[in-house]
């Protein structure tokens, strides 16, 4: 005779259910539809108009109003463009200007001339700008130097002046 193990004796139902059908109230269906909201999933046309939009300063309220979604789903979505939109667009507008300067535009050609010198009169006054660092010293020349200032603005004035030290 074959036993069954005392585990399958604890863990099944017992007899009185095992031939009876749950009632259909109680029956648990797939649902036919997903239940709640698709995920949003921005396209590229989408991504352009961020882009385009955060080049000509507008802000992320403006934005997301005009794409029909929240700012926080704008902000998760297109970070790239938020971040980088605006290089990116002024990179495709300098492309565009070189290329009509190229094929013999004559204002495209000043324009970018005017541009390359406003840059770089922006990059040297930046140059100029910051403070030089002094070379620095080694110990025993900041000793030095320290040596030779140690009575300014103290009661001992000049009683430690180097100079006016004299040697017998």
């Given at each position: 005779?074959?036993?069954?193990?005392l585990?399958?004796e604890?863990?099944s139902?017992?007899e009185?259910f095992?031939?009876?059908?749950?009632p259909?109230?109680?029956?648990?269906?797939?649902s036919?539809?997903?239940v709640?909201?698709?995920?949003?999933?921005?396209?590229l046309d989408?991504?352009?108009?961020?882009?385009?939009?955060?080049?000509?300063?507008?802000?992320?309220?403006t934005?997301?109003?005009?794409?029909?979604?929240?700012e926080p789903t704008?902000r998760?979505h297109?970070?790239d463009?938020?971040?980088?939109g605006h290089a990116?667009?002024r990179?495709e507008?300098?492309?565009?200007?070189?290329?009509?300067?190229?094929?013999?535009?004559?204002?495209?050609?000043?324009?970018?001339?005017?541009?390359?010198?406003?840059?770089g009169a922006e990059a040297e006054?930046?140059?100029?700008s910051?403070?030089?660092?002094?070379?620095?010293?080694?110990?025993k020349?900041?000793?030095?130097?320290?040596?030779?200032?140690?009575?300014?603005g103290t009661d001992?004035?000049?009683?430690?002046d180097?100079?006016?030290?004299?040697?017998n």
């Amino acid at each position: 005779m074959h036993r069954q193990p005392l585990h399958a004796e604890i863990f099944s139902a017992p007899e009185r259910f095992r031939d009876r059908e749950m009632p259909k109230e109680r029956r648990v269906r797939p649902s036919p539809k997903p239940v709640g909201r698709p995920a949003y999933r921005p396209s590229l046309d989408e991504r352009q108009t961020v882009e385009e939009m955060k080049f000509c300063g507008e802000s992320d309220a403006t934005i997301a109003r005009s794409l029909g979604i929240s700012e926080p789903t704008l902000r998760k979505h297109f970070v790239d463009e938020l971040n980088n939109g605006h290089a990116n667009r002024r990179k495709e507008v300098i492309g565009l200007m070189f290329q009509s300067a190229r094929s013999g535009n004559v204002s495209a050609q000043k324009k970018l001339e005017e541009i390359g010198r406003v840059a770089g009169a922006e990059a040297e006054f930046e140059r100029q700008s910051k403070p030089r660092a002094e070379a620095r010293l080694g110990k025993k020349e900041q000793a030095k130097r320290e040596a030779e200032t140690a009575g300014a603005g103290t009661d001992w004035g000049d009683d430690l002046d180097v100079g006016s030290a004299r040697l017998n």
